[in-house]
T-cell receptor, first 112, second 114 residues
Framework: KQEVTQIPAALSVPEGENLVLNCSFT??????LQWFRQDPGKGLTSLLL?????REQTSGRLNASLDKSSGRSTLYIAASQPGDSATYLC???????????FGKGTKLTVNP | DTEVTQTPKHLVMGMTNKKSLKCEQH?????MYWYKQKAKKPPELMFV???????INESVPSRFSPECPNSSLLNLHLHALQPEDSALYLC?????????????FGPGTRLTVT
């Protein structure tokens, strides 16, 4: 059974710092990996989708990488802002199906 | 437009009530999903509809009854729920039910069962 792990569970940084969130998965035969942001009590906002054939994707200050051989993905946030404070979830597709398997998330706090 | 809408935003219901959650998308997506998220936990898949047909049921109790009347609309009918069913219910959609396509989520319905 596919398992997705996110470390750390929580992270607090000062504004302006660059940071990296980690996601590891047990099945190297993934089809894609998706990063989401969730604000407290709200739905999920899709940030980036990395197909298995890709190594990274970029959107604004966000860059996500995928290393299938090591079973890891990272989300890099440049020049963090207080508005980036949220829980970040990664999810991959179980067995190549449409079933997303989520990690437990990293709660990010960016302090002004 | 990548918007998935859900109504109501909040719902409080008793254990003997019958209520429904509604989800709508106008992106032309042919796959729609229901997820359940308990506090401080990740979302867990409940149901998948592909081309208006139920394709995945993750062994969800029958007190939850999904319905997909057309390609844009997904309902979740609730009956005789338990307090432990209180959670955030999230709807999502994707172009088709495939690992290759991004899933877009709605804002969720916060359900409280009393």
């Amino acid at each position: 059974k596919q398992e997705v792990t996110q470390i750390p569970a929580a992270l607090s940084v000062p504004e302006g710092e660059n940071l990296v969130l980690n996601c590891s998965f047990t099945d190297s035969a993934i089809y894609n990996l998706q990063w989401f942001r969730q604000d407290p009590g709200k739905g999920l906002t899709s940030l980036l989708l990395i197909q298995s054939s890709q190594r990274e994707q970029t959107s604004g200050r966000l860059n996500a990488s995928l290393d299938k051989s090591s079973g890891r993905s990272t989300l890099y946030i440049a020049a963090s802002q207080p508005g980036d404070s949220a829980t970040y979830l990664c999810a991959d597709t179980q067995g190549g199906s449409e079933k997303l398997v989520f990690g437990k998330g990293t709660k990010l706090t960016v302090n002004p | 437009d990548t918007e998935v809408t859900q109504t109501p935003k909040h719902l409080v219901m008793g254990m003997t009530n019958k209520k429904s959650l509604k989800c709508e998308q106008h992106m032309g997506h042919r796959a729609m999903y229901w997820y359940k998220q308990k506090a401080k936990k990740p979302p867990e898949l409940m149901f998948v509809y592909s081309y208006e047909k139920l394709s995945i049921n993750e062994s969800v109790p029958s007190r939850f009854s999904p319905e997909c009347p057309n390609s844009s609309l997904l309902n979740l009918h609730l009956h005789a729920l338990q307090p432990e069913d209180s959670a955030l219910y999230l709807c999502a959609s994707s172009q088709v039910a495939s690992a290759s396509y991004e899933q877009y989520f709605g804002p969720g319905t916060r359900l409280t069962v009393t």
